[in-house]
């Protein structure tokens, strides 16, 4: 259910702007950076509504007094703390990730220099950690941006609305995430429905005590090795709840939710019940001399957000989850 953006911009750093801008008009593209800065507080900082849900009925399904409802009070501590202290919800703020949907006509080279203006005031608030380095020096410039990063995805739509999504996406998981060729002889995997089956089991067992489970699966089936792990990942964006359009694959969600939270390997990989909270699955075209399967694992602190912003004032209208 969308929501008016206001519940969420009551926040002190967004008070101190708008004072300022009752007294002075701000620009439409000074207006842009405080409100794709005010997006990156709340990717960063606040759960999302749907996952939110789904972890606390994960923390009810767990019994009292093991290690796994120990660590989903953990979480579901950390949640409160990060929002009411508006603090990042986990110290790896991730690779910071854009989508942004667009009208014709859209210029996208200035707003790349919005986004990283804002990333770089996010950064020196805090609602960032000092995350992207250089591959080959290793050095830290301290502003989040660098070749890549963050990564900013155009899509022109047919619409007038401009739409901006952001994923914090941890380093942890994104380790465990994972891509198969199949067939997989090791893992008797063919290229049918039954080996993808096979394979997203087979990255989940890998991926047991790492990546901070409970996890959610965004897998593709099909397309290129790049464009494959990137599909995966979009799959993230979906809402939790949100099957598949395809029969077939909306059976295969179901079943790999239910299989791997009776795997026992649980939040953390301590044990319990819950594994995985969703499974997402998309499909690409592929050669017939190919056939990948990538699956793209989110941890627990799942950070992704979008808003609609006005496209005259680019003031944020509403919010997307
Ligand atoms: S994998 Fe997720 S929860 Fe774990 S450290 Fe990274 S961002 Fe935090």
Known sequence: ?????????????????????????????????ASLLELIRITS??????????????????????????????????????????????????TVIFYVYHPAGFHQIPFTKLIHKAVMTATKKGYLRHNSVDSLTGENAGTNLGPGHPSIN??????????????LKGGGCENVSAQYSLPDTGLSAGRDLDGVRKVILDAVIKAQGKGCGPGVLGVCVGGDRADSHKHAKKQLFRKFGERSKNKELVKLETEIVETCNK???????????????????????????????????MCWSYRRQGAIFDTKTMKLKKWLY
């Open 1 to 33: 259910m969308v929501k008016k953006a206001t519940k969420k911009t009551a926040k002190k750093p967004i008070k101190k702007t708008a004072k300022k801008t009752a007294s002075k008009k701000i620009s439409p593209n000074d207006q842009a950076v």
């Open 45 to 94: 900082t606040v759960m999302p509504v749907d996952v939110d849900r789904a972890l606390k009925k994960a923390q009810g399904v767990e019994e009292k007094n093991t290690t796994a409802s120990y660590a989903m009070d953990i979480i579901s501590d950390n949640i409160a703390i990060a929002k009411t202290k508006s603090q990042p919800l986990c110290q790896d703020t991730g």
């Open 154 to 167: 155009y899509v022109e739509h047919t619409g007038k609305t401009l739409e901006v999504k952001m994923m």
């Open 263 to 297: 795997l026992g390997i649980g939040p953390m990989g301590f044990g319990g019940k819950t594994t995985i909270l969703e499974c997402f699955i998309d499909h690409l075209n592929r050669l017939p001399a190919s056939f990948f399967v990538s699956i793209s694992y």
